[in-house]
């Protein structure tokens, strides 16, 4: 790819970062759009090249998916997918931890578009990249690791495999805890959430006892963030509180029949 053409489209992929973060989608997506085409048109075959023009396509797939065009985000985040299997291939330094990126995504626009069975494929085979990478890079790798692990239990249980769910998002509450261990501070949300997935299961599975303890945990986590960040977190502990009071009832009905 030539200096200039390469210069340009870095320049447009900040812009886009600018835009992205004010929110003005369809300016983004116009200028990531530019990119993605300079970098098709003047790109090499080389990892570093393919993997400049898989990291613009992903950032076009989210776009697409936020702006309503679920297909083109599809594609978009398909042809990412490839483009760093290959990178991983000649450089897997470089391409593993971003395919395992895009197996995530590809996962969740696959369960988008009502396609769970491959979703379940794509997340699996993001999980396994990340065991590998929790050897290499555990810093990196954890927190990844467990978002996939959390989407793993959802599409799980969505497709009827109520004890791979299970374990799967008990897997990705284990794996947060331990960076719990190493530094608290900022893992408590983190935590939190995936406490409250594991909890949203367990309702679903009628496991209500396991449900009102995991929820009792996250109310507490989430109040020690509100007395920090009471604007962003108030209302966050507000629906956790509501929450637990129904499974405290729900717990309560089962118990009395």
Same mark, same amino acid.
């Given at each position: 790819?030539?200096?200039?053409?390469?210069?340009?489209?870095?320049?447009?992929?900040?812009?886009?970062?600018?835009?992205?973060?004010?929110?003005? +989608? @369809?300016?983004?997506?116009?200028?990531?759009?530019?990119?993605?085409?300079?970098?098709?048109?003047?790109?090499?075959? $080389?990892?570093? +090249?393919?993997?400049?023009?898989? !990291?613009?396509? *992903?950032?076009? #797939?989210?776009?697409?998916?936020?702006?309503?065009?679920?297909?083109?985000?599809?594609?978009?985040?398909?042809?990412?997918?490839?483009?760093?299997?290959?990178?991983?291939?000649?450089?897997?330094? /470089?391409?593993?931890?971003?395919?395992?990126?895009?197996?995530?995504?590809? +996962?969740?626009?696959?369960?988008?578009?009502?396609?769970?069975?491959?979703?379940?494929?794509?997340?699996?085979?993001?999980?396994?990249? *990340?065991?590998?990478?929790?050897?290499?890079?555990?810093? @990196?790798?954890?927190?990844?690791?467990?978002?996939?692990? #959390?989407?793993?239990?959802?599409?799980?249980?969505?497709?009827? $495999?109520?004890?791979?769910?299970?374990?799967?998002?008990?897997?990705?509450?284990?794996?947060?805890?331990?960076?719990?261990?190493?530094?608290?501070?900022?893992?408590?949300?983190?935590?939190?959430?995936?406490?409250? !997935?594991?909890?949203?299961? @367990?309702?679903?599975?009628?496991?209500?006892?396991?449900?009102?303890?995991? /929820?009792?945990?996250?109310?507490? /986590?989430?109040?020690?963030?509100?007395?920090? $960040?009471?604007?962003?977190?108030?209302?966050?502990?507000?629906?956790?509180?509501?929450?637990?009071?129904?499974?405290?009832? @729900?717990?309560?009905?089962?118990?009395? +029949?």
């Amino acid at each position: 790819m030539g200096t200039r053409e390469l210069e340009e489209a870095r320049t447009l992929e900040e812009r886009f970062a600018d835009l992205a973060e004010t929110g003005d +989608s @369809q300016a983004a997506l116009d200028v990531i759009d530019r990119a993605v085409a300079l970098r098709q048109e003047h790109g090499t075959p $080389d990892a570093e +090249s393919l993997n400049g023009l898989a !990291n613009a396509l *992903y950032s076009r #797939s989210l776009v697409l998916a936020a702006t309503g065009d679920p297909e083109a985000a599809l594609a978009a985040i398909t042809e990412a997918t490839d483009l760093w299997r290959t990178v991983t291939e000649q450089d897997q330094a /470089l391409g593993l931890p971003n395919l395992a990126l895009a197996l995530t995504a590809l +996962s969740d626009q696959r369960a988008a578009a009502g396609d769970d069975p491959a979703a379940l494929q794509a997340v699996d085979e993001a999980v396994r990249i *990340y065991a590998v990478l929790q050897t290499v890079v555990p810093e @990196q790798a954890m927190l990844p690791a467990a978002s996939a692990l #959390s989407g793993a239990a959802t599409v799980r249980f969505r497709l009827g $495999d109520r004890t791979g769910a299970l374990e799967a998002m008990n897997e990705a509450v284990a794996t947060v805890r331990k960076l719990v261990a190493q530094d608290p501070r900022p893992h408590r949300d983190p935590l939190a959430l995936v406490l409250n !997935n594991l909890a949203t299961l @367990q309702v679903r599975a009628g496991a209500i006892r396991a449900a009102v303890g995991t /929820l009792e945990e996250v109310a507490v /986590l989430v109040s020690a963030l509100a007395d920090e $960040d009471p604007n962003t977190y108030k209302p966050v502990l507000d629906t956790v509180l509501e929450n637990l009071k129904q499974a405290h009832r @729900q717990a309560e009905v089962t118990t009395a +029949s």
